[in-house]
């Protein structure tokens, strides 16, 4: 038999609780004869209410409807705490109408007004409402302040017996739990708030696959960075030692050290096989890069245990500078003017207002996603004289860094802080310090996964490709650079200790490129003369007639021809400038040329939009109505 709570009050006759049953029917406005029944009936059969615990749990779930209501009566009222394993099997769909005037009411009402405060919905808080704190308040017999995090693991041991005895799976359970710890973390409930969903696996596991007289080295030489390396770097290099520990098993599996290593049988073809080698996620091959950085971690892991005097190493050096291939010296993915413009609306537009207004943060600032994340609700800073300034944290290169602000950026943090979840500061990742995030939703940090998804969905309705939260960067520092930017500001802003990281941004757009190659074309042009007749035209210039306005080319319809521009030369200056002129006239005899010039500026307009050119739209436009001025005022005149 179950012991009741010090708190709880005396054993109950039969008659006092099927009184109270009755007068809860009545409230409900339900109930008919045989639901008084079995009540009655229950009452005779177990005259001490708690009793009927110690039945088995077959008999308890074969309940008839009538005598489930009685039941549930028992277990809202706190008369009854029936065991986890029954609670797990028995839906308790009817439990939010039964609630009225119930002890359990005021517990599951600052539950609900706690996750609702949280930014969940209505519809996901009754459901860990009803799916955990319901249960686990039934079965403690205790208020929602006195749970503890051994009550949760009970219902949850319950699913897991459930799920081995009928097959019934208890992932809905695991799920709602999560939100449910979360919930519990910021009413100071619980001491820590939910673990992630997913753990990670220990490096004893992930290196599992490579050969077991190796492991044990394996293992030493990654629990031996951790001491110097932050955590996601070891789990980098444990990802790369991992492969090339595989391939061993694969080529040699009788392999009993690493003394036993061999250039040409070891290394030479597990370079060779590196070409080959797909990314376990796309499936596409590996990159330059990736392969440059598996090198380097077999490399370093053979270096360092030598030069720590470890017993077990290669007799002799394995790796060599030529064995990594050339790298590839690709310039910054920034996003162009008019995508940026696109995707800049479809963000401002966007209903999940604290990743978009995560991501336009991003962008105005230039940050990593990781410091992105790591900002707490202080971030902004203002300096007597200097204005706003926003505080970024450490980041990948261990900095911290301030950079200035503008009006809009500083109206777009007060909305985020609007919007954000409030909650009990969390534990920072980095510091182990209480820490209060700015961007918190349902309780916990926002993730990188979040934001990733918002940025291809608001990419998707932009009519964009994929585009990566780096590439933000990317596009912020291309910004300052073509705004003239200096370097070292360059460097300040971005938190580069190099200026060989800055300095691939200065490479897109160098200025004095630019000028030397216009200077020269200007020169080579006054020299070429005309083109003999007999000669092939340039590609740029062999159109065939009706064809040029299709071409990917900048375009100028004029009153006597056309222009055509590579994408690289930019609009010209001087293109329709005739047409624009206040001392331009035309009469009646040109209205033909007129007209036919305004039908080729429109289809101009349209092809210049569908390119995603929005200046270039807009500058065809403005010719279309200036020509409709001109043709208005010939028919006038």
Not at 234 to 252: E, Q
Request: proline content about 6%; glycine content about 6%; charged content about 25%.
């Amino acid at each position: 038999m179950q012991l009741a709570p010090d708190y709880a009050p005396e054993p109950e006759a039969p008659e006092a609780i099927y009184a109270a049953y009755l007068e809860h029917l009545h409230r409900r406005k339900r109930g008919n004869t045989a639901y008084t029944q079995a009540a009655r009936s229950f009452l005779r059969r177990w005259p001490n209410v708690t009793a009927w615990t110690a039945v088995p749990l077959g008999e308890k779930l074969s309940a008839n409807g009538s005598t489930r209501p009685f039941i549930t009566f028992l277990m809202v009222s706190r008369r009854l705490r029936p065991g986890y394993d029954y609670l797990v099997h028995r839906k308790l769909s009817s439990l939010w109408h039964e609630l009225t005037d119930s002890a359990l009411q005021p517990d599951l009402s600052q539950f609900i007004a706690a996750a609702t405060e949280l930014g969940f919905s209505k519809r996901v808080s009754s459901a860990i409402g009803s799916q955990i704190i319901a249960r686990v308040l039934i079965e403690t017999g205790r208020p929602l302040a006195k749970l503890t995090e051994q009550d949760l693991q009970d219902l949850l041991r319950a699913c897991d017996e459930r799920e081995r005895t009928t097959g019934r799976g208890a992932k809905h359970y695991y799920n709602t739990m999560h939100g449910a710890r979360q919930i519990l973390f910021h009413l100071g409930v619980v001491d820590s708030p939910a673990p992630p969903p997913l753990i990670a696996s220990t490096l004893e596991q992930r290196m599992v696959d490579v050969p077991a007289a190796l492991r044990p080295a394996f293992v030493a030489y990654l629990e031996r960075k951790r001491a110097t390396c932050a955590a996601r770097t070891v789990s980098s290099l444990a990802t790369r030692l991992a492969h090339f520990g595989r391939y061993l098993a694969t080529v040699d599996p009788d392999i009993t050290s690493l003394h036993s290593l061999d250039r040409r049988r070891h290394i030479e073809p597990f370079l060779t096989s590196l070409t080959t080698t797909v990314n376990s996620v796309t499936g596409a091959p590996i990159t330059v890069a990736d392969r440059i950085r598996r090198v380097h971690a077999v490399g370093n892991f053979f270096a360092e245990i030598t030069e720590w005097g470890w017993e077990d190493v290669p007799s002799r050096r394995l790796i060599f500078r030529d064995d990594l291939p050339r790298q590839q010296r690709l310039l910054p993915r920034y996003i162009p003017v008019d995508a940026d413009r696109k995707l800049g609306a479809a963000l401002s537009d966007s209903p999940y207002r604290l990743a978009a207004d995560a991501l336009l943060i991003q962008r105005a600032c230039g940050l990593r996603i990781g410091e992105l994340l790591d900002l707490e609700l202080n971030c902004v800073h203002e300096i007597p004289g200097q204005g706003s300034w926003l505080k970024v944290p450490l980041g990948k290169l261990d900095s911290e860094r301030m950079v200035p602000l503008d009006d809009e950026v500083t109206t777009l943090v007060d909305r985020i802080t609007v919007t954000r979840s409030p909650g009990r500061p969390m534990t920072h990742p980095r510091t182990g310090a209480p820490a209060d995030f700015l961007f918190t939703h349902h309780g916990k940090r926002l993730s990188q996964n979040a934001v990733r998804a918002e940025l291809n969905r608001a990419a998707d309705i932009a009519g964009l490709g994929h585009i990566t939260p780096h590439q933000l960067r990317h596009t912020y520092a291309t910004a300052l650079i073509n705004a003239g930017v200096s370097l070292q500001a360059l460097m300040a802003l971005l938190g580069h200790v190099s200026t060989q990281m800055s300095l691939r941004y200065a490479h897109l757009f160098d200025s004095t490129v630019r000028t030397e190659y216009e200077r020269a074309l200007d020169l080579a042009k006054s020299h070429i003369g005309p083109m003999p007749t007999n000669t092939a035209q340039l590609p740029l210039t062999d159109i065939s007639s009706g064809e040029w306005k299709e071409t990917p080319l900048i375009k100028s319809r004029l009153a006597g021809g056309y222009c055509l521009r590579a994408p690289a030369q930019g609009s010209c200056p001087y293109a329709n400038i005739c047409e624009h002129c206040p001392s331009f006239h035309t009469d009646t005899k040109h209205l033909g040329v007129l007209a036919a010039q305004r039908l080729d500026a429109a289809d101009l307009a349209a092809d210049a939009e569908k390119r995603g050119w929005i200046a270039e739209a807009e500058r065809h436009h403005a010719l279309v109505a200036r020509l409709d001025t001109l043709i208005s005022r010939s028919d006038t005149a």
